[in-house]
């Protein structure tokens, strides 16, 4: 049985928490949440964590993440929703174990492109937060949005790619509308992605 610990802050809505907490439960993902990490102690998800009766870890340090991390020893670490810059040690402790996902279509190569569903090219969104994400697609004109889970690398918003999904731009959307749309693929997603890593 795979281990998972998931780390969330109060910058999260704590959905993808939620979702692999319901992907955990249901059986798809054969894995056990170890533990739920926080950089604050008024982070949404930490309710959900108590609710299903989680272990929960405050660091509010990011220099004591590996030390926290080491002691929980997970397979995979998956960030949801996480605001803190992860160090290059924690990338090192643990290659191709961290879980990220970002509001943008990230490449395969640095200097490649993605295509959307009808074969325009994909925005990247590289160094963007989420509502900035959401607010350049739209400035972009392009046709889709879409998001990418991905394994975190010391290249910024760049890493092995695990998943993509896409969600078609429809006129009148703003970034609140586009978002809502695109986080419930984004949940999906990532439950997809851990289910294909844990059950293997």
């Known amino acids: 049985m795979k281990r998972i610990a998931v780390l969330i802050s109060n910058k999260g ?9 319901d992907g955990v439960k249901s059986g798809k993902i054969q894995a056990e949440i170890v533990a ?7 982070a949404l ?3 959900r964590a108590k609710e299903f009766n989680i272990p929960i870890k405050i660091v ?3 220099e004591n993440l590996l030390k926290v991390l080491k002691e929980i020893n997970p397979d995979y670490i998956c960030l949801a929703g996480w605001k803190q810059i992860i160090l290059d040690e924690v990338i090192d402790a643990f290659p191709n174990k961290i879980l990220n996902t970002h509001p943008g279509l990230i490449p395969d190569t640095m200097n490649g492109i993605v295509k959307n569903p009808d074969g325009t090219n994909a925005v990247w969104n590289k160094g963007k937060m989420t509502a900035k994400a959401m607010q350049n697609f739209l400035d972009s004109n392009a046709t889709y949005a879409g998001c990418t889970n991905h394994f975190l690398s010391q290249e ?3 890493g092995p790619i695990l998943g993509r999904c896409f969600e078609k731009i429809e006129g009148g959307d703003t970034v609140e509308s586009l978002y809502q749309r695109l986080k419930v693929k984004e949940n999906q997603l990532y439950v997809d992605v851990l289910e294909r890593l844990c059950n293997e």
Request: hydrophobic share 40%; charged share 25%; proline share 4%.
């Open 45 to 47: 998800g930490l309710r």
């Open 60 to 62: 509010p340090e990011k």
């Open 13 to 21: 809505t704590g959905t993808n928490l939620q979702a692999i907490i």
């Open 36 to 42: 739920v990490i926080s950089d604050t102690i008024d």
């Open 156 to 158: 910024f918003d760049f």
